[in-house]
């Protein structure tokens, strides 16, 4: 009986074994990310390859977008910009016209304008400018409709010199007509290397036919 009591305070006494989890070993070590970081150098470096990648990515796109904006916003501007100096003067209008104006052959050019403004029973009288515009190319009025007409050899030349033309036109008429002409009813038509002055109704026809820019003509009282 004794052994048996012995043996059962034996039993109860002693500690039992405890379950071992087979899902982590003994020597198991819980790793973060910052250990792995501070463990290996080439992870630190493939971070910071993407930190650059991601930072250049964003920096390109922002660059993009701001001069895709200024496009915009340049385009924006000129068209403000064009608009506005039509409106400024409505008596200026614009056209693209059906045919290109024969500006290398001062014959067609002639026969071009009788179409709309009348024959030129007078017959038309060539006027050699280059001493006073060394960019034209030819030059010629008709006295019977009081139409003129100017080419020039590059567009530079027609800007530069098509100041002038428009600031002499109305005297030029007046005085190869021989007689004063009425300014208020005088158009200037002009192109990228020509340019035609004559009354409002013609110059319309005209423009119709060649396009180009319509304006009234500046004012003797002006200059």
Known sequence: MKEDSDHHGNQTGSPRPQARNDSQPNNARIYNVNDLR???????RMVRRHKSFVVSAI??????????VALVVSLQ???RNTNSAAGNNPDISVLKG????????????KQSIEKVA???????MDVDVSGELAG??????????????????????????GDMVRSQ???????????????????????????????AKAMKALQQQWGGKLEPIESSSEQ
């Open 38 to 44: 501070r463990q290996s150098p080439e992870a630190q």
């Open 59 to 68: 920096v390109v796109i922002v660059v993009v977008a701001l001069i895709a």
């Open 77 to 79: 501007t000129l068209k």
């Open 98 to 109: 059906k045919t290109k104006a024969p500006e290398g052959d001062p014959a067609q050019m």
């Open 118 to 124: 009348g024959t030129c029973s007078k017959g038309w």
């Open 136 to 161: 034209a190319s030819a030059a010629s009025f008709c006295a019977s409709t009081q139409v003129a007409f100017i080419t020039f050899q590059t567009k530079a030349a027609a800007s530069m010199d």
């Open 169 to 199: 036109a109305h005297n030029l008429i007046s005085q190869y007509a021989g007689s004063k002409v009425d300014e208020k009813n005088l158009r200037i038509l002009s192109n990228d290397l020509w340019m035609a002055v004559g009354n």
